[in-house]
């Protein structure tokens, strides 16, 4: 099983900036790395996903966040922008080990811990 690590979450003001990392045990090339967050008393929302060959986003990210992925580090980077209170939430990275487009949370194999992002107005 891949295990996950993630890191750079944190307090921000609104209009700030973040970038969350992913970092992988490994075989990072083949997999694809989706991006959740969870807000208290909602569920599981997708924010973004990219494999090797596509990268897709939710509607709500309307060109702020962008991802990126170093295969040679195997990790994954979730770069968010133009942060506004509605964005804070636990942030995940998860990997599917299967292709194809992925946009729900039981269509993934493991699990980072989860980074709280916090963005104050």
């Known amino acids: 099983q891949v295990q996950l690590v993630e890191s750079g979450g944190g307090k921000v003001q609104a209009g700030g900036s973040l970038r969350l990392s992913c970092a992988t045990s490994?075989?990072?090339?083949?997999?694809?790395m989706g991006w959740f967050r969870q807000a208290p008393g909602k569920e599981r929302e997708f924010v973004a996903a990219?494999?090797?060959?596509?990268?897709y986003y939710a509607d709500f990210v309307q060109g702020r966040f962008s991802v990126s992925r170093d295969n040679a580090k195997n990790t994954g980077y979730l770069h968010m922008n133009s942060l506004s209170p509605e964005d804070t939430a636990v942030y995940y990275c998860?990997?599917?080990?299967?292709?194809?487009?992925?946009?729900?949370?039981?269509?993934?194999?493991?699990w980072g811990q989860g980074t709280q992002v916090t963005v104050s107005s």
């Open positions: 998860a990997v599917a080990l299967s292709p194809g487009r992925k946009t729900k949370p039981n269509e993934y194999d493991s």
């Open positions: 490994g075989g990072f090339g083949s997999l694809v």
């Open positions: 990219t494999s090797w060959i596509s990268t």
